[in-house]
């Protein structure tokens, strides 16, 4: 079955600077990797996703890059600010049935954005 | 728009005891999820509802755990009897669709402490 591996687990940045969170996947069958930011208390939200057939994808402040051959895929966060703390899951979409999808998620990077 | 509404926010159990979690996707979602978050990790799938059928439950463990969809909208979970492991928080999402590139929207979980 997919496997995704997420590093770093935590990351501390001084605000301003840039963060970047990398994972990879295992199977190649996988066509869809979303972000998602995770605040205390909260459940997860989306903050970008990125489709198989795309290699760069940005948002203001967030872009998201994809290497298929490799497996691979980051999410780069600039000009980081302080509200940009918070725990940033990775996913990777698995095929259920003939078009069906759901997801496994990376075990998380902790992001601290230091003032 | 309404997010999606979850019940309890927390719950306090002892072993062996029973404990059931609810669950109101956005209106007009089609699919809804119940993952298991286990402190410090990303969320794993439990089971996947598309309407009132179960599209997949391959990773609950169902001699505990069973979760249920009745007339397409709400769900629950229930866990019995609870064991010390499944302290974590429960997390329910929907999306409109189960095909292609839709969209996760995540509740505020229930955390859930078997003592």
């Known amino acids: 079955g997919e496997n995704v591996e997420q590093h770093p687990s935590t990351l501390s940045v001084q605000e301003g600077d840039s963060a970047v969170i990398k994972c990879t996947y295992s199977?190649?069958?996988?066509?869809?990797f979303p972000w998602y930011k995770q605040e205390l208390g909260k459940g997860p939200q989306l903050i970008i996703d990125?489709?198989?057939?795309?290699g760069e994808k940005k948002d203001q402040r967030i872009a998201v890059t994809l290497n298929k051959t490799a497996k691979h895929f980051s999410l780069h966060i600039t000009e980081t600010q302080p509200e940009d703390s918070a725990v940033y899951f990775c996913a990777a979409s698995i095929l259920i049935g003939s078009y069906g999808q759901n997801f496994v998620f990376g075990p998380g990077t902790r992001l601290s954005v230091l003032p | 728009e309404a997010g999606v509404a979850q019940s309890p926010r927390y719950k306090i159990i002892e072993k062996r005891q029973s404990v059931a979690f609810w669950c109101n996707p956005i209106?007009?979602?089609?699919?809804l999820y119940w993952y298991q978050q286990i402190l410090g990790q990303g969320p794993k799938l439990l089971i996947q509802?598309?309407?009132?059928?179960?599209?997949?439950d391959s990773q609950l463990p169902k001699d505990r755990f069973s979760a249920e969809r009745l007339k397409g909208v709400d769900s629950t979970l229930k866990i019995q009897p609870a064991k010390l492991e499944d302290s974590a928080v429960y997390l329910c999402?929907?999306?409109?669709?189960?095909?292609?590139?839709?969209?996760?929207?995540f509740g505020p979980g229930t955390r859930l402490l078997v003592l």
């Open positions: 990125i489709r198989s057939n795309v």
């Open positions: 199977d190649s069958a996988s066509n869809y």
């Open positions: 209106s007009g979602h089609a699919t």
């Open positions: 999402a929907s999306s409109l669709e189960l095909a292609g590139f839709e969209t996760q929207y």
């Open positions: 509802f598309q309407n009132n059928g179960v599209v997949d």
